[in-house]
Structure formats: structure tokens, C-alpha cells
């Protein structure tokens, strides 16, 4: 069964500062790593989606690398705003397999 | 274009009502997910439709759970006979057909709470 964790599990830092989140995974047999945001109450929205194959995906001030042999993935948040307290959840997809398994998410709070 | 929706957003029952969620996916999505997230808990997978064929429904906690897809497109789940600790967050996803990515685009959720 593919695990998935997240550290930490909550974390402020001051506005500015580089965010960085960390997923870990136990089954390297992934076909694609997904990066989501969660606001309270609400859906999850997609940040970035890392194949298999690719090291790494940038959006913006996002930048997200896949390291598939060790089971890690990180997602960079720069020059951190107030606006990006949210919990970031990471999720993977096994080949032949259509859920995806989700690790328990970072809590982040950006402080003024 | 429009996203996954769901309906209703909040649902408050009693313990032993059945209740009914929908998912309308988004326009021309042929894959359909649904997961739970519960309080502590993190999101877990429910079932899988492709079309409106379930191949994968091993997630479903119990035989109070079920699902249907009609027409390819709008979903129900049901939970029969509601208990306390089906209260949670039911998140609906739907993914575009012969999609190289399969990412999966979900909905705001419908928050259960089941007195």
C-alpha cells in the first residue's frame, strides 16, 4: 500500500521568507506526483502535477522537483506572502491505478 | 469553463437517515473520482468511474455506500442508514478522456455532518 507523508505537518514562517514542503512516498511505482492547496472549507485546487519522468514543474513563484528513486518530493514556495496560508496536500498516482493517495498536508500559516 | 460542482454544499442529517451527493463533473470529463476527508484524517479514495462504469469501487467503507453515474456525467453517492462516523468532507474529482497527465480537477465538497 503507497504511503504518504508529509513534514511537517504545520509550520509559520514570516512574510518573505521561502516556503520549503516536503512528501514522501514508499512505492517508487508512481505515474504522475500532484501538488494541491486546500483553504479552510473549501476544495482542493491543483498546483502542479509532476510525470513520472519529469524532475521538476515551475509555476510562478512555485517550483516543485520529484526525486522518484528516494520517494521524496518538494515544493518551494518563494518570497512567501499572507496570501499562501493554506494546507498543501501531496498527492501520487501508481501506475495502473486511478486514485490517487494523498499524504495528511502542511499546515501553513504566513505571518505579517 | 466551469469546474466540478457539487451539491449540496452543506448536509446536516440524523443517524439512520439516507442521504444523496452529486457531482456534476466537468463538461466532456469521462473519468469520475470520489473521496472522503475526514476530521484527522487524510483524503481517502472512495470510488472510480470511467463512463458510467464503476471498475473501481473498493474504497466504499461499507455496503451503506453506494454510487451511480448516469449518462456519463452527473454522479450520486448514496449512504444509507447514516452514522456518526460518516461525518466528513466528500470531495468529487473527474479527469479528461485519454489525458497524457491524469490530473484529476476536484470539486469544493459537500460537508456531511450526520447527528
Known amino acids: 500500500k503507497q504511503e504518504v507523508t508529509q513534514i511537517p505537518a504545520a509550520l509559520s514562517v514570516p512574510e518573505g521568507e521561502n516556503l520549503v514542503l516536503n512528501c514522501s512516498f514508499t512505492d517508487s511505482a508512481i505515474y504522475n506526483l500532484q501538488w494541491f492547496r486546500q483553504d479552510p472549507g473549501k476544495g482542493l485546487t491543483s498546483l502542479l502535477l509532476?510525470?513520472?519522468?519529469?524532475r521538476e514543474q515551475t509555476s510562478g513563484r512555485l517550483n516543485a522537483s520529484l526525486d522518484k528513486s528516494s520517494g521524496r518530493s518538494t515544493l518551494y514556495i518563494a518570497a512567501s506572502q499572507p496570501g499562501d496560508s493554506a494546507t498543501y496536500l501531496c498527492?501520487?498516482?501508481?501506475?495502473?491505478?486511478?486514485?490517487?493517495?494523498f499524504g495528511k498536508g502542511n499546515q501553513v500559516v504566513v505571518i505579517p | 469553463g466551469a469546474g466540478v460542482s457539487q451539491s449540496p454544499s452543506n448536509k446536516v442529517t440524523e443517524k439512520g437517515k439516507d442521504v444523496e451527493l452529486r457531482c456534476d463533473p466537468i463538461s466532456g470529463h469521462t473519468a469520475l473520482y470520489w473521496y472522503r476527508q475526514s476530521l484527522g484524517q487524510g483524503l481517502e479514495f472512495l470510488i472510480y468511474?470511467?463512463?458510467?462504469?464503476?471498475?473501481?469501487k473498493s474504497g466504499l467503507p461499507s455496503d451503506r455506500f453506494s454510487a451511480e453515474r448516469t449518462g456519463g456525467s452527473v454522479s450520486t453517492l448514496t449512504i444509507q442508514r447514516t452514522q456518526q462516523e460518516d461525518s466528513a468532507v466528500y470531495l468529487c474529482a473527474s479527469s479528461p478522456p485519454e489525458s497524457y497527465y491524469n490530473e484529476q480537477f476536484f470539486g469544493p465538497g459537500t460537508r456531511l455532518t450526520v447527528l
Open positions: 509532476i510525470q513520472s519522468s519529469q
Open positions: 468511474f470511467q463512463g458510467n462504469s464503476a471498475p473501481d
Open positions: 498527492a501520487v498516482l501508481l501506475y495502473g491505478n486511478n486514485r490517487l493517495a
